[in-house]
Nanobody
Framework: EVHLVESGGGLVQAGGSLRLSCAAS????????IGWFRQAPGKEREGVSC????????YYADSVKGRFTISSDNAKNTVYLQMNSLKPEDTAVYYC??????????????????WGQGTLVTVSS
């Protein structure tokens, strides 16, 4: 069973930066994708970014391109999301998620099987 634990959320002013971490364990298959969704109050959960375990390819939502960077440290089984130039509209609970890479392509949260507990990011104006 895949187990994901997020950390790194908090309160930051607009224009500031935060780094989220997701410690992962329990993978029994190759070619998985691991990344982040977020959910703001009253809104649907949306995909933010993911990274492929097989070749390191990265994917981003248009709303975060150029500001967020996803990376992985395979020795620590940890994925990071560096968030720069944060905006108030980035305020949300950020969830780490993982599954076979092919399940990420539709950016449908219902297609992914493993989730962390979520970490709150609040960006003040």
């Amino acid at each position: 069973e895949v187990h994901l634990v997020e950390s790194g959320g908090g309160l930051v002013q607009a224009g500031g930066s935060l780094r989220l971490s997701c410690a992962a364990s329990g993978f029994t298959f190759d070619d998985y994708g691991i990344g982040w969704f977020r959910q703001a109050p009253g809104k649907e959960r949306e995909g933010v970014s993911c990274i492929s375990s097989s070749d390191g390819s990265t994917y981003y939502a248009d709303s975060v391109k150029g500001r967020f960077t996803i990376s992985s440290d395979n020795a620590k089984n940890t994925v990071y999301l560096q968030m720069n130039s944060l905006k108030p509209e980035d305020t949300a609970v950020y969830y780490c998620a993982a599954d076979h890479m092919v399940r990420w392509y539709a950016w449908n949260p219902n297609a992914l099987g493993a989730w962390g507990q979520g970490t709150l990011v609040t960006v003040s104006s």
